[in-house]
């Protein structure tokens, strides 16, 4: 008997898929809001690391399971 592929076994439903591949409008509008707090001298670090962290997470996802 044939075993299935690992990488089938793991695939993103396409409800959870539809989601995730949905947040691009969100993470543009965080990145504009935080390029305008860059501007007006807010100190942004801690927040934009989170929302590449977000960014690079949804990429794999995407690519590995979707």
Known sequence: MATP???D???LPPEAKAKIMGMLPDIEK???GLDTMKKLG???KV???KLNWA???RDILL???G
């Open 5 to 7: 592929k690992p990488k």
């Open 9 to 11: 076994a793991f695939k």
């Open 30 to 32: 965080a990145k504009h």
């Open 42 to 44: 807010m100190d942004v």
């Open 47 to 49: 927040v934009e690391d």
């Open 55 to 57: 960014i690079e997470t």
């Open 63 to 65: 690519k590995e399971f």
